[in-house]
């Protein structure tokens, strides 16, 4: 190793010790989401397989399973954009659209 290389491995441990911090609970944060989401998506899974196999429901409870579909499909939809060349920007710019057109894009575990 020459001292331009120790110079630049320097340089990144400085800033992972600057963003140690904030990495880790951006994932603890991430998990947390990811969390809370398989806990309602598999409380719809539930919901519908009660209503398919002909158990009467309240609208209460089919609303709670149908919203829990959107939020579902709207990260779905996240997700493939942002697995696209550009996808973060792509996901900035559909977001502010859907404000300006009055639609809301964004789920509701992202909006904090």
Known sequence: MNIEDSGIFRSIMKKYESNKDKVSSSLIKIKTVLATETKETSDMLDIYSK???GEK???KTIHQANQQFAELIKNVGFLGVFALPGGLLAIAF???LGKRLG???LPKNFKD
Do not use: A
């Open 57 to 59: 429901l309240d609208k």
């Open 51 to 53: 209503y398919v196999s």
């Open 103 to 105: 639609i809301d894009i």
């Open 94 to 96: 559909l977001v502010k």
